[in-house]
């Protein structure tokens, strides 16, 4: 007992000093404090008395409803010169519109306010909801916090808002708080006050007023204020110690405002059922007196049935004006109210000095809000510039930094990306989860099961693991998260017979619900049900991205506040805003208009442009359609032929492996010493090295089709056999033995007569034969066991047609001279054609965001998704450039930037970067420098391959140019 009441001494006293290191600070006070003062007192000496007692009002308006509704407004203002207008549901056009005819009705400059807790989208429709605060408080970087809370500053600035009435500094220590719940920051009150803090002082910097709310703490309530009286029946101890923490670190930061709320406190105010807003003692004593704060004191609105119920109309105002309140919020009769306290005030209840302390604090805020210069709004782009990419940017490192990881037994997190396990979702609550099921697709083949169908445990049982989301709509903070009695037993009954990762886009408090967490392995707590927060919570599950939330409430006793595991991403795309990967969008978004010019010039009918950086995707976009007869529009999982990229993704995959097991060695290996059949020729001494260095002195490329076409039927048929076995396009088979030809040309080949670098498809011709002899499988087959299986990669495949739909497959050309057909599915290179469609150097097809993941795994070494396929030290051989001092700037398959003005980049990049085109107009490149990935694919040679337009405008490496010049650095 002694130590108890020790403590309390101390902690009373500590108030009072604190207090006392706060009693200079005013944060109405303007940088300019002598032109303040100035045009404040000019203005409080031009009112009447009762028109200095309307300043103390502001009135509610909701542009949405109509001219009877917002005329109400105009006529307060015209006739008694209110001060201020509280804008509720509506729009943002409207509401400017408004804004500025109420503004221009005004004699003194209206403060205009809003609750924009989580941005304008809290009231107005055609705005952006940024995450609640419930959200935020999961967040370990308070710096986020404040980003968001800049962002909505913003938002309130640009549409002349001047006070937001945020943030929240409730602490949630009630899940059953039906009012508070998401808009708090959590049951921590340091975390709390920090993420208030922050909150607050990012609105400041975006020059809008702040405000502390629901002063002295709503959040410990099981009651709704605006329907009746809620009590806290804490100890004043408790209260001071807890409640009031929040509240005190704000003013000592500067908060302009505080909001009273409407609460029954016995132990702050003695008289019974007397609310806190007009509390003599709570608003002045201890609010003013002991705790302070020169900043606006705001009543919360006078309408709400936990005050209103007191006293009548009028009479209700008045007593919050004598309990030391300066802004009377929503009356619900302001002339009466005015009439009240002009009665008062000539009755001597209150005095000059007393009315000029409120008035001119609200006139100090209106100074410092930017009143005294402007009060208009300019409804030019108004809509645009509140939907800015910013917007996103933001949301997205909120989410990403407050999704919490609550529980991961046996480390089930990360998902390993084992292709051969079967996965399955199932969609719990009342919301939408296609965005989830979306991203989960694009790292595992995840079947959609239903509520009935995983109610039977025959339908599980071929399901390795179950992924469940619990999906509650967004669209407001109140919504009950409570999972209903047919949810719980789901969950308990898969959980029994599966692996089970648990997400619940909704309150953490959902959580609570569970009848048991003992066999859920994974809990992954995501807040909300946003596309976003959905898409992360993918990424997140499967390792493209790390986790860092804590828990900012408590979940019963098994999982306390602060509880979160940390993970860290795997290499593995993830996706992310380009802001947030240090790209000025400005410059970023100039690929649009690239990409503009290539489909007006007719460079190419369709194309797809991904780049990533950092292991995640910031640009993926689909232009165009397959043909310029605009029938199938290009998508994400449109098919192209990749031409020489082959050479890259499928070939040299392969090659360093070989070159890992010793079957080679790249650096001094002969041709001769591999291949018993060139031992004899003039290619045996040809290294490696040289060869795919492009520096050996082969042909460029050998045209072995034009040898067919004098005596086309002796070498094709449109039937398959034995005889005519090799299908060269569309029911066209080319002669059995017509591979040996083809080798045996190569073989017996000319050497060009100097040695110089002329690059050259024939070392991929010779390569890979003897690939296929060490591993004793066909190349397709080796590039599919060895990387695409295991990396997922489904939509890089050889022999498209065997895994994709004709429409999917994007034509390579009309082919008029040979193949006499539109060649689409099989591969567009005449030679590899004639080897059966697939050759050392042409024959692959895929999709950008396949081809940038093989272009990853180089970028990291050889890792993807946590598995080494290749040592980094075999990827650094093969990016040399072993000729440079020759003017060869190639590296061993591996095209390198050039060495001087003209080449494959846009010269913008080190020599450390690699990749390739394809003749097709495709073109992927990677800088590990930068750790940037680009990935340009298109069918540019369709409907005819001498439509050069693409290369001559070398707008693929102009695209390069801007993505580097949009790079912002560190």
């Known amino acids: 007992m002694i130590n108890t009441k020790f403590s309390w001494i101390f902690l009373f006293t500590c108030f009072f000093i604190c207090a006392e290191t706060i009693a200079q600070i005013n944060p109405l006070l303007a940088e300019n404090e002598k032109a303040q003062q100035k045009w404040v007192d000019s203005v409080y000496q031009s009112l009447s008395t009762k028109e200095k007692i309307a300043q103390l009002f502001m009135v509610d308006v909701f542009s949405e409803k109509d001219d009877k509704h917002t005329n109400k407004a105009k006529f307060l203002i015209e006739n008694y010169g209110i001060g201020g207008i509280i804008f509720s549901k509506g729009g943002p056009v409207r509401q400017a519109k408004l804004n500025n005819t109420y503004q221009n009705a005004s004699k ?150 505080v909001m009273v709320a409407h609460l029954n406190v016995p132990s702050l105010e003695t008289k019974s059922g007397l609310p806190t807003t007009l509390s003599q003692k709570v608003v002045t004593n201890l609010l003013q007196n002991e705790l302070q704060f020169k900043g606006l004191i705001i009543t919360d609105a006078l309408n709400m049935k936990g005050v209103s119920q007191y006293s009548k109309p009028g009479k209700v105002d008045l007593d919050a004006f004598l309990a030391g309140n300066d802004v009377l919020l929503i009356s619900e009769d302001i002339p009466q109210a005015i009439e009240e306290i002009h009665a008062a005030y000539v009755d001597e209840v209150f005095s000059e000095k007393r009315l000029a302390n409120s008035v001119k604090k609200i006139l100090m805020a209106k100074y410092l809000a930017g009143l005294h210069e402007n009060r208009l709004v300019n409804t030019k782009h108004l809509y645009e510039d509140l939907h800015t990419i910013e917007n996103e940017a933001i949301e997205e490192l909120a989410f990403q930094n407050a999704i919490t ?9 990360p998902i390993l990306n084992n292709h051969k396990e079967k996965m399955a979702y199932l969609k719990l609550g009342d919301a939408d989860g296609q965005a989830f099921l979306n991203r989960l697709n694009t790292y595992h083949q995840i079947d959609q099961i239903s509520l009935k169908e995983a109610s039977n445990k025959n339908n599980l049982e071929k399901y390795d693991q179950v992924i469940i989301g619990y999906h509650v709509s967004n669209s407001n903070p109140w919504k009950s998260y409570a999972l ?83 993970t860290k991403a795997i290499n593995l795309f993830g996706y992310a805003n380009p802001i947030n990967k240090n790209f000025n969008y400005s410059i970023f978004s100039k690929i649009d208009s690239i990409a503009d010019e290539i489909l007006a010039e007719k460079m190419a009918p369709g194309f797809q442009i991904l780049v990533a950086k950092e292991n995640e995707i910031v640009y993926q976009k689909n232009f165009g359609y397959h043909t310029y007869e605009r029938k199938i529009p290009v998508t994400s999982n449109s098919i192209y032929d990749l031409a020489s990229l082959t050479k890259i993704l499928g070939t040299l995959p392969i090659l360093m492996l070989a070159q890992e097991q010793a079957y080679l060695d790249i650096e001094t290996s002969k041709l001769g010493d591999i291949l018993e059949e060139y031992k004899s020729t ?60 083809i080798y045996k040309e190569i073989k017996n080949s000319e050497l060009l007569n100097k040695q110089e670098y002329k690059y050259s498809d024939l070392p991929f011709y010779i390569i890979k034969p003897y690939l296929e002899n060490i591993y004793g499988k066909p190349i397709n087959q080796l590039a599919k066991s060895f990387f695409y299986g295991s990396m997922q990669l489904e939509n890089l495949r050889y022999f498209p047609l065997n895994y994709f739909k004709l429409e999917q497959i994007v034509p390579s050309e009309n082919d ?55 040592l980094p030290e075999t990827i650094d051989k093969f990016n040399t450039c072993y000729y440079c001092d020759d003017e060869v700037r190639r590296g061993i398959v591996f095209d390198k930037p050039q060495l001087e003005d003209l080449g494959p980049t846009c010269g913008c990049l080190s020599m450390n970067s690699f990749g390739h085109s394809g003749f097709t107009g495709t073109y992927a490149w990677a800088d590990p420098d930068e750790d940037i990935i680009y990935v340009f694919l298109s069918n540019r040679t369709f409907p005819d391959a001498n439509n050069k337009k693409l290369i001559q405008s070398n707008v693929r490496t102009r695209i390069q140019e801007i993505i580097y010049e949009a790079l912002i650095s560190d």
Do not use: C
């Open 484 to 566: 209903s009695k047919s949810d719980k037993e789901i969950i308990d009954f898969i959980s029994e017979n599966n692996r089970v990762y648990l997400v619940n886009f909704s309150s953490p408090y959902a959580l609570s619900d569970l009848q048991s967490y003992i066999n859920t392995e994974v809990i992954l707590q995501a807040y909300q049900n946003t596309e976003i927060a959905q898409s992360l919570a993918a990424q997140m599950l499967f390792g493209a991205k790390p986790i860092s939330g804590k828990l900012p409430v408590s979940i019963r006793n098994s999982f306390p506040e602060g509880t979160g595991l940390q």
């Open 816 to 870: 008029l001279l040979w193949r006499k057909q539109i060649v689409q599915g099989t591969v567009h290179d005449q030679g590899a054609a004639m080897l059966g469609g697939v050759g050392g150097h042409a024959g692959l097809f895929g999709n950008a965001e396949d081809v940038a993941k093989i272009m990853m795994m180089y970028n990291t070494g050889g890792n993807y998704a946590g598995k080494q396929y290749l």
């Open 108 to 257: 003194v400059p209206l403060l205009i306010g809003m609750d924009a807790e989580w941005g304008l989208a809290m009231r107005l429709d055609s705005t952006f909801a940024f995450p609640w605060n419930m959200t935020l408080g999961a967040i370990q970087n308070p710096e986020i916090v404040q980003k968001v809370g800049y962002q909505i500053g913003k938002h309130n600035k640009r549409l002349g808002v001047h006070i937001n009435f945020a943030p929240v500094a409730d602490l949630n220590t009630n899940p059953q708080n039906p009012i508070i719940g998401n808009r708090s920051f959590g049951e921590n009150k340091v975390r709390v006050a920090n993420n208030a803090i922050a909150f607050m002082q990012g609105m400041r910097d975006a020059g809008v007023l702040s405000n502390a709310k629901h002063f002295p703490g709503h959040g410990d309530t099981s009651q709704d204020s605006h329907k009746t009286l809620p009590s806290i029946e804490f100890t004043e101890e408790r209260i001071r110690e807890v409640e009031l923490y929040p509240f005190h670190k704000l003013f000592e930061a500067g908060v302009h405002s």
């Open 405 to 413: 990881l609550v529980k991961n037994d046996m480390a089930a997190l």
């Open 682 to 741: 003039n290619k045996a001494n040809l290294s490696l090295k040289r060869l795919f260095s492009h520096y050996a002195g082969l042909q460029s490329w050998i045209p072995f089709y034009k040898n067919t076409l004098d005596n086309f039927d002796t070498y094709y048929q449109p039937n398959y056999s034995e005889e005519f076995s090799i299908p060269v396009a569309s029911q066209l088979f080319l002669r059995t033995d017509y591979k040996d030809s």
